[in-house]
Antibody, heavy 127, light 107 residues
Framework: QVQLQESGPGLVRPSETLSLTCSVS??????????WNWIRQPPGRGLEWIGY???????TYNPSLESRVTMSVDTSENKFSLKLRSVTAADTAIYYC???????????????????WGQGTTVAVSS | AIQLTQSPSSLSASVGDRVTITCRAS??????LAWYHHKPGKAPKLLIY???SLESGVPTRFSGSGSGTHFTLTISSLQPEDFATYYC?????????FGPGTTVDIK
């Protein structure tokens, strides 16, 4: 069973860049039938989808964060990453990485649920 | 963005109870709806995808149904490990969105 593990600093200063990496235990990052997501949960609140990246680097971001987000993938290292710029206290959250299944018919991609998740990493934004 | 609402926001139930949670979308989402189970300190767990398809390894007491904008998750006989927060998620259009969650606790 594939495993995902988030890593990165637990504390980020306001206005700086939050950087997280998700390590994948096998080489499925290179597969075309998966998409790789970042999701976060602020304290006391629900889940918010940040965006996803495919093996070929194609990304889609949540418009609410798009101006500050960059995702990248490294298929040689079986990992993908998140950068969130100009953070504020509102970015304090548990950050999860997750794998989702996708099929790619000619009519356009069909996305299925996110079946494998990392345990999450807590990031606090504070001076 | 498609908004998802869930009802109830919380409920108290006993082991063995039948529990139903509703998820409504602000517009049609075809069949691109998933349900997750989430406990504090743990990763969310996929239960149902494509409205009614049971994820591998998930007990058959979980079932999903619905169409268009109205969907339900049913737990036929609540077990102790089922006390958690449940989220629906739409994957029909960007941004993918989650419902606000339904917390199931012990009566």
């Amino acid at each position: 069973q594939v495993q995902l593990q988030e890593s990165g600093p637990g504390l980020v200063r306001p206005s700086e860049t939050l950087s997280l990496t998700c390590s994948v235990s096998d080489d499925s990052v290179s597969a075309a039938n998966f998409y790789w997501n970042w999701i976060r949960q602020p304290p006391g609140r629900g889940l918010e989808w940040i965006g996803y990246i495919f093996y070929n680097g194609r990304t889609t971001y949540n418009p609410s964060l798009e101006s500050r987000v960059t995702m990248s993938v490294d298929t040689s290292e079986n990992k993908f990453s998140l950068k969130l710029r100009s953070v504020t206290a509102a970015d304090t959250a548990i950050y999860y990485c997750a794998r989702g299944d996708v099929v790619l018919p000619p009519t356009g991609p069909k996305f299925y649920g996110m079946d494998v998740w990392g345990q999450g990493t807590t990031v606090a934004v504070s001076s | 963005a498609i908004q998802l609402t869930q009802s109830p926001s919380s409920l108290s139930a006993s082991v063995g109870d039948r529990v139903t949670i509703t998820c409504r979308a602000s517009q049609g989402i075809n069949s691109a709806l998933a349900w997750y189970h989430h406990k504090p300190g743990k990763a969310p767990k996929l239960l149902i995808y494509d409205v009614s398809s049971l994820e591998s390894g998930v007990p058959t007491r979980f079932s999903g149904s619905g169409s268009g904008t109205h969907f339900t998750l049913t737990i036929s006989s609540l077990q102790p490990e089922d006390f958690a927060t449940y989220y629906c998620q739409q994957l029909n259009s960007f941004p993918f969105t989650f419902g606000p969650g339904t917390t199931v606790d012990i009566k």
